[in-house]
């Protein structure tokens, strides 16, 4: 299996959560990402590519093989800080 996503890295729960509120209200996902992830990814607007389980942290992994694609899940906490998780796509 195989998913593409994107995601908002930042320290607090509160931020990500002012972030998603955003999100949900029309804020363009990659450039609230450019604008305020802590992960280099945001030059990308947050994008990540493809990738296999096992590949991100265990806690990553949990909500983009498993939630609904389209949607933007979040705060995940990892061991980095707060995640705003984009499932873009989900295959074999």
């Known amino acids: 299996m195989k998913a593409e996503a994107s995601h908002i890295l930042v320290k607090s729960k509160e931020t990500c959560e002012d972030l998603k509120k955003q999100i949900e209200e029309g804020a363009d996902f990659a450039e609230m990402a ?14 990540l590519g493809e990738f296999s389980p096992g ?5 990553f992994d949990e909500v983009v093989f498993s939630e609904e694609v389209g949607k933007v899940h979040g705060p995940v906490k990892t061991q980095f800080g707060y995640h705003l998780i984009h499932i873009t796509s989900r295959g074999e």
Do not use: F
């Open 55 to 59: 590949q991100m942290v265990k806690e």
């Open 34 to 47: 450019s604008r305020h992830s802590l992960c280099p990814s945001g030059k990308q607007g947050g994008a």
